[in-house]
């Protein structure tokens, strides 16, 4: 899935991609706030500066993905690691 279906299909309503594939994907600065990524492969992902405010990221692969300035208040990740992510000027609060 590239970049492009992710917005379309965000934009038409979609807001579950569990274990979706976004490997190597960039959605810097995109809106994507209230998507349900549990299980998904973030690994390597770009989502700086991007929202997932609420979003949900329980067990998603995050090994490398950079989170620079993304907006993640309120993101589900009671299973998740954020160990090695770039996490540098994030705005997060887990719940």
């Given at each position: 899935m590239d970049a492009n279906e992710v917005l379309r299909r965000y934009a038409a309503g979609e807001r579950n991609f569990r274990q979706a594939d976004w490997r190597g994907?960039?959605?810097a600065k995109a809106n994507l706030s209230g998507v349900d990524?549990?299980?998904?492969?973030l690994n390597n992902a770009d989502l700086s500066n991007s929202d997932l405010s609420s979003a949900n990221l329980n067990w998603a692969g995050l090994k490398g993905a950079n989170f620079s300035g993304a907006n993640l208040?309120?993101?589900k990740m009671?299973?998740?690691?954020?160990h090695n992510d770039r996490l540098e000027s994030a705005n997060y609060f887990f719940s």
């Open positions: 994907i960039s959605l990524l549990s299980g998904a492969h208040k309120g993101a009671p299973n998740g690691r954020m």
